[in-house]
């Protein structure tokens, strides 16, 4: 049974940092999968924040990008979100996946497992 289990949220203050680690359990890795991280804000649809294939090469949404990063233990069993320069838009529910890959015109990226969320909370 593939299980992921997020931890590390939290309320930060704006402009703090939070890491956020999601250890995965009961998956076989795929060479052609990825693994990532997406949120939800209140009233607000899923958004992917980012993901890292199995060597290593990660992509991120405009939102986030050059403020978070995303990497992978070497064991490969741990997904890590790192979180600078946090702003309020950032609070939201966020939750990793794997077993992902992009599908369709659109490259949407498609996950077929996830974890329960964990909670970030940015105030000013």
């Known amino acids: 049974q593939v299980q992921l289990v997020e931890s590390g949220g939290g309320s930060v203050q704006v402009g703090g940092s939070l890491n956020l680690s999601c250890v995965v359990s009961?998956?076989?890795?795929?060479?052609?999968?990825?693994m990532a991280w997406f949120r939800q804000a209140p009233g607000k649809g899923r958004e992917g924040v980012a993901d890292?294939?199995?060597?290593?090469?990660?992509s991120y949404g405009a939102s986030v990008k050059g403020r978070f990063t995303i990497s992978l233990n070497n064991a490969k069993n741990t997904i890590i979100l790192q979180m600078n320069r946090l702003k309020p838009e950032d609070t939201a529910m966020y939750f990793c996946?794997?077993?992902?890959?992009?599908?369709?015109?659109?490259?949407?990226?498609?996950?077929?497992?996830w974890g329960q969320g964990t909670q970030v909370t940015v105030s000013s």
């Open positions: 009961g998956y076989t890795y795929r060479h052609d999968n990825n």
């Open positions: 996946a794997a077993d992902c890959m992009y599908t369709g015109p659109s490259g949407t990226l498609y996950c077929n497992y």
């Open positions: 890292i294939d199995m060597v290593g090469s990660t």
